[in-house]
Each structure stands twice: as structure tokens, then as C-alpha cells.
């Protein structure tokens, strides 16, 4: 298993060897054998155009692994090393997922997780080697999709990233053209739009509107979970029930992720998220949305 350390005093090389060599591995610092077959390129069609992500953190040896061992598995990895360089990247060339580290020397990685969020759709994952659970429900809060510690096994990061990539890829995947849609609909009458309390989702589109008609935004880990509470409108959800739907076989070994979205989703839906009328907890049993559901068709 191989295992990445926050320790800044690895030579940058090892990134380039791991890439090469699955068999070596990242324990305390030190390279170590454990009998993985070599890692091979695999052979992709040269019109797809890779998935671009971005690996903000401050120590090099971490960025160029990472940039390393992605850039084999066929993704553009940009290196970023503060802040500032995420922002320029975002404006000129944005990528579809984020790798941010939380410990920039001088700079408040929470800070840019919330920035980054409020202005771009983009997957979020929090790679960190803070592992207090109070920065994880933090870190969730505001509006990571994944937190990962290090060290961390970089199959179980990939497949993290892969996961997220999935959900924020399918608002682009499920907005066809005018004409698409019509005949879309028309083959095949899903209900895609929901209506409650004024409100409208609209499944395929991935929008939240409000009574007014104004597109709330919503994170991908929030926007999933809504879409599972209003397909089971006035039934008790538990939080084992919601995280299977969510995150299916990469949900996170704590149950908090779905206490920290549902306190989002209620500050975005509810006219006081202190005493929430449409999403509410039932002590024990997990959560319930009150309000009937109509198709909005």
C-alpha cells in the first residue's frame, strides 16, 4: 500500500520512481517494497481530451507525485504552490477538480476552499494532514465534496477522485441541446423536475430555484442529497440510507458528512435554519422533507 506523508524532505525523484514502479511505497518518509505489479500507461484514444485537475500545495515532492502518478493514469495536472497561482489557473484555465492542501504556509486554506466554492463548479477535495475531526466537518462545511488525510494510499485518492468526478461531471453530461431534450422527453417521460414549497429542482439541469425563480447554487455532495429527499418526500431517512445513495461504496468512514449538508441545504432552503420547517430531524431515525412533492413538469 502505498501511503503519501506530509514530510517535505523526500528528493523531488521519488515522484518520478513511483510513477514507474508501483512496488515502492511512502511510509514515514521512506521508500519501501510491497510487491504491486508495475503500473503501465494505458493506451487511450488521442482525441480525448484529459480531465485536467489542479494540486494546490506548498511542498513540491507532493505536487509532483501526485502530477506524476495522475499524469499516468491519463489526466492534465497543473502544480500550484500558493493560493494566488489557484486563482489565476481558475480564470484562465480552470480545471474540473481541485487537490488542496490545507496547510499553505501564511495563506488560510479554509479561506480558499470557500472561495473557490462560491464562485466555481468545480470537484473540491481536501487533501491535508489535518485529521482532527472538527477540520473534516469543517473542511465539509465549507463546501469540500472529499477530505483525505495524509498519509493517504494513492489507489483509495484516485478513487476519490474518480468518485467526485462522476457527480460533478453529469450537470455537463445531462445538458443536451433544445432539441435533444425535447425528443429526449419525449422518449423517455422521466420526471426530472421537482416542485416543493415553491421551490423547483430540476434533476437534469442540477439547479435549485427558489419561490422567486432565482438559481440557488448548490455543491455536488448538496445537490445529491437533496435529489435523494425529494424522491422520498415525507419518509425518515436515515443517515446510513442517505450516505449509501450519496456516496455509494466511496462514502466516508464518518457519518457527519450528511449532519454538515443537511445544516447547508437548510441554510440555503429554510427562512429560519434554526427551527427548519421543510428539512427536519427525526431524533434517532435521520431526516424527513416535509413538504409534498409535485412534478413540476
Known amino acids: 500500500m502505498r501511503r503519501i506523508s506530509g514530510s517535505s524532505s523526500r528528493p523531488l525523484t521519488l515522484a518520478k520512481r513511483l510513477t514507474r514502479d508501483a512496488s515502492l511505497s511512502f511510509i514515514t ?7 504491486v505489479p508495475v503500473l503501465r500507461r494505458p493506451q487511450l484514444d488521442s482525441t480525448v481530451t484529459p480531465t485536467h ?3 494546490l500545495d506548498d511542498e513540491s515532492a507532493i505536487t509532483e507525485l501526485l502530477a ?14 500558493h493560493g494566488r497561482d489557484l486563482v489565476a489557473l481558475m480564470a484562465s484555465d480552470p480545471p ?8 499553505l504556509p501564511g495563506e488560510d486554506g479554509f479561506a480558499i476552499a470557500r472561495q473557490l466554492r462560491e464562485h466555481h463548479r468545480c470537484g473540491l477535495v481536501i487533501v491535508t494532514g489535518r485529521g482532527d475531526s472538527i477540520d473534516k466537518i469543517v473542511g465539509l462545511e465549507v463546501g469540500a465534496d472529499d477530505y483525505v488525510t495524509k498519509p493517504f494510499d494513492l489507489r483509495e485518492l484516485a478513487a476519490r477522485v474518480k468518485a467526485v468526478l462522476r457527480r460533478t461531471s453529469v450537470a455537463a453530461e445531462s445538458a443536451p441541446s433544445s432539441a435533444t431534450a425535447t ?32 438559481e440557488v447554487p448548490l ?50 432552503v429554510e427562512a429560519d435554519p434554526e427551527r427548519p ?4 430531524s427525526v431524533r434517532g431515525a435521520g431526516y ?10
Not at 481541485?98 to 496547510?103: A, N, P, R, S
Not at 419518509?235 to 462514502?251: C, P
Not at 420547517?277 to 427536519?280: F, L, R, S, T
Open 29 to 35: 518518509g521512506r521508500l519501501c517494497k510491497v510487491g
Open 53 to 55: 485537475i489542479a494540486v
Open 68 to 81: 506524476n502518478y495522475f499524469g499516468a493514469q491519463d489526466y492534465r495536472v497543473t502544480q500550484l504552490h
Open 96 to 103: 474540473a477538480l481541485v487537490l488542496l492542501d490545507l496547510g
Open 183 to 214: 425528443s429526449s422527453a419525449t422518449a423517455n417521460p422521466v420526471r426530472e423536475r421537482f416542485a416543493f414549497a415553491g421551490w423547483v429542482f430540476d434533476a437534469a439541469a442540477r439547479t435549485l430555484r427558489d419561490p422567486s425563480g432565482i
Open 219 to 268: 455543491t455536488s455532495g448538496e445537490f445529491d442529497l437533496l435529489g435523494v429527499l425529494v424522491r422520498h418526500p415525507g419518509r425518515v431517512l436515515s443517515r446510513d440510507f442517505l450516505l449509501e445513495q450519496t456516496r455509494g461504496r466511496d462514502a466516508a468512514p464518518f457519518d457527519r458528512t450528511i449532519d454538515v449538508q443537511i445544516g447547508r441545504l437548510r441554510r440555503k
Open 277 to 280: 420547517e421543510m428539512i427536519k
Open 288 to 297: 424527513v422533507l416535509v413538504p409534498p412533492v409535485t412534478s413540476a413538469d
